[in-house]
């Protein structure tokens, strides 16, 4: 069975930093490109990083990057998200996606097919 | 970057209707585009890719159309399992985006 454990979200202050870690089990992690997804409370999801199989190739979202670094260790199953500058608007669910891919005409589909059950960061003063 | 735009927002209805939902994409994606469900306090389970190819377990009752710009979610006849939060995505280029989901709710 597929699962995604993710840890190290909590409370920490506006400028503040947080590493976020996700340990895979039940499938061959290194065969497979990760991403993480948040939520803010109430609201609906946003796609916030993607990392190749490899990690040779990392994707970011706007309101993020500068500020986000997303890695993996394959020897370690894991995933991580370091996160500095936090901000108010950071605050969310994030979660650890272990993705699918189909190709469509030699193009790669990229879909989200296994998450976790999310870490809460909470930026806050 | 190619934003996605859901309708309705919400949505009622009862058990056994048939529903529909729609995903506008602000530029055409050819069939690069996914759906998703979510229930309160749980993370979104994965249903359909590729606009149209149904996830293995996902009940038949769900069926995703579209191309290019416009695509549709139906659930032929609701069940009570099925209210929840609906979700598109496109898998088409970086930033990879979603809707700002449907609301379904029962009547």
């Known amino acids: 069975e597929v699962q995604l454990v993710e840890s190290g979200g909590g409370l920490v202050q506006p400028g503040g930093s947080l590493r976020l870690s996700c340990v895979a089990s039940g499938f061959t992690f290194s065969s497979y490109s990760v991403t993480w997804v948040r939520q803010a409370p109430g609201k609906g999801l946003e796609w916030v990083s993607y990392i190749s199989s490899r990690g040779d190739t990392i994707n970011y979202a706007e309101s993020v990057k500068g500020r986000f670094t997303s890695s993996r260790d394959n020897a370690r199953n894991s995933l991580y998200l370091q996160m500095s500058s936090l901000r108010d608007e950071d605050t969310a669910v994030y979660y650890c996606v272990r993705d699918g891919a189909t190709w469509i005409r030699g193009v790669p589909l990229r879909y989200f097919q296994h998450w976790g059950q999310g870490t809460l960061v909470t930026v806050s003063s | ?107």
């Open chain 2, 1 to 107: 970057d190619i934003q996605l735009t859901q309708s309705p927002s919400s949505l009622s209805a009862s058990v056994g209707d048939r529903v529909t939902i729609t995903c506008r994409a602000s530029q055409s994606i050819s069939t690069f585009l996914n759906w998703y469900q979510q229930k309160p306090g749980k993370g979104p389970k994965f249903l359909i890719y590729a606009a149209s190819s149904l996830e293995s377990g996902v009940p038949s009752r769900f069926s995703g159309s579209g191309s290019g710009t416009d695509f549709t979610l139906t659930i032929s006849s609701l069940q009570p399992e099925d209210f929840a939060t609906y979700y598109c995505q496109q898998g088409f280029s970086f930033p990879y985006a979603f809707g700002q989901g449907t609301k379904l709710e029962i009547k």
